[in-house]
């Protein structure tokens, strides 16, 4: 190979919009029969991709495969949850299955390699792009990890109907200071091998064969040009030999943070770093093969990353098979199961924040449901801010659906607001409508472009005026549903006092309205639980389950403290209700005490104490109460969805070994001590009733 052609395996270029087309141009086109090219990004479709991967392997010299990128992160053709709601689901095999559908979608469009899963933990809900992730506990996040690596890449990379995954961005892009987005980010490395890092390694562990580099800064050093974070951290600590992808940009944006002086030295950097491939900056393209020829050490670091690429297109097996293998043709009954995994993916992602008086499920008796709000007819924003590129139709709204439900036998009143100033004509048409309902659903929330990528809130309440209309409706006294859309926790404690119901759907996806109606009219019962705890206001931030004990207890004056709001978040991670009550029994475990090679088992009895069928997350916690580090007050270990009828009694069953219980100190070195550890088995982070396990020496 020359100098160019190793480089140009090095080189993703992104597609271009031309007019209602994606596409590649001409010169673009001109780079692949050039062997200037590795990887395709946003072009897809079979046609499409097949005709660039023609010149790719037909008129280039080597005839080296191309392989064909994008962001399914909610899907491709059948939109699904974001993946914040996937992670309230607290179902990592819906997870998996959400994943494979996708991939199969993806793949019958040419695409082969995807930038995802967002493994980003995140404590502060001012950053958008807490949309795209796991949430706030590196556990969840890690067994979320696995079942979208997994889902994706099926029995095995290369294999019809599979993608390569990417999880991004390495590393602690969510920390962003403030956040805002592409902030700088400062954590110590006790916090960073603690809960930024776990998702990562468990991907890792699950055969990623692609990690993408974020765009920011880790303290100091933009993650681009980071030796110590990409070649000795990912590789040689974590293991990881795939190939390293920059984000969007990224090497361009190296001078700009003023580590580089030009391109040239830009592309240096990075390669010295560890990055294998470059998205769109053309920094490697343009500036590599200067970089190489004035300092000739890099040669062995260029060689090495084309091996990894080479070897990333033999793993997808892109030389036996470079054009599109179509999957067999969607029929009606394909169709039809993608419609009804959105709609059961997203029924297990909502979550029952408050039940006042029993008003969910709704009655069967009632025949009058005023709908107000700005959002009950809008088919864009369930969809979230990830939809796919590909022209599509909007999501089922819930305006439609329960017109759909209802039919003749019901009549259903609506009431607009603006994303502006309301009018007394507005708030006059809400008022009456309220008045002449049994019941008021209100869809408040965001609009879709507030969440995702550069799209952080300084503020987390209800936007454009819907406190107001949140007011008008409770003045009426009518029984009243908040139905959530967001893509981020918000802090709602005026919502909270003035509705006696309130359900969070997040952005839903495709089968929005029929999933909402569904489990507002109870066919299913809500069992989505918060991966992110929502704060009572932004002072607070960062609020977060897992934190610390100080040296002064709670319950006195000098103690750690707000003087006008308590500490605790508005809703603790892990909370939710459902439309029966569960009565969890003390926490026991055999044996008490156990070895570092053994096993103990941890349990207790959960009853369905209520009137209705239900299913129940049983979650998990432990706390060390003593060591060499002051561990968290909380950390969970473990879940389990249960389903019980009413009356009906299980006994639900943890085990435990020494490695449950140890931790990543800063050096990276994992540590299982031992002493006293508290255990629960609870329905969420802030409840249950502790037992106790001790680990014994040897």
Sequence with gaps: MTLEEKIGQLVLLPAVVQGKEVTLSQDQRELVREGKAGAILNLVGA???????????RESRLGIPLVFAADVIQGRNTIFPIPLALAASWNPSLVREVARRAAEEAWASGVRWTFSPMLDVSRDPRWGRMAEGPGEDPYLASRLARAWVEGFQGKGLGQPGTLASCPKHFVAYGAAEGGR?????????????EVYL???LEAIRAGAPSIMAAFVSLNGIPAVANQKLLRDLLRKQLGFQGVIVSDWGALGELTIHGVAKDRVEAAFKALRAGIDMDMSSEIYLRNLGSAVRAKRELEALLEEAVLRVLEFKRRLHLWEHPFTQPLPPPSASWTKLDRELARKAATQTFVLLKNEGGVLPLSPTIRRIALVGPLFDNSETPLGPWRTRQPQSGAVTLLEALQEELGDRGEILTAGWPWGQPTQRDKAKVLACARQADVVLLSIGELVHMDGESASRATLGLPAGQEELVEL??????????????GRALALPELVNQVPALLEVWFPGVES?????????GKESPSGRLPVSFPRSVGQLPVYYNHRRTGRPPGQMFTSRYI????DPLFPFGYGLTYTQFQYGACQSTPRSFHRREKIRVGAWIQNVGKRPGEEVVQLYVRALSGELARPIRELKGFQRIYLLPGQRQWVEFSLQAEDLGYWDPEGVFRVE??????WISPNSQEGIPGTIELLEG
């Design 564 to 567: 006008d709001s308590p500490v």
């Design 513 to 521: 309205g029929h999933a909402i109606c569904d489990v507002l009219l």
């Design 674 to 679: 031992p002493g006293i550890y508290q255990v």
């Design 181 to 193: 987005d592409y902030n700088s980010v400062e954590v110590s490395d006790h916090l960073l091998w």
């Design 473 to 486: 409706v409770a003045s009426v006294h009518k029984p009243a549903v908040a139905i959530l859309f967001n």
């Design 198 to 200: 776990p998702p990562f």
């Design 47 to 57: 046609e499409a991709t097949d005709q660039v991967q023609a010149i790719a392997i």
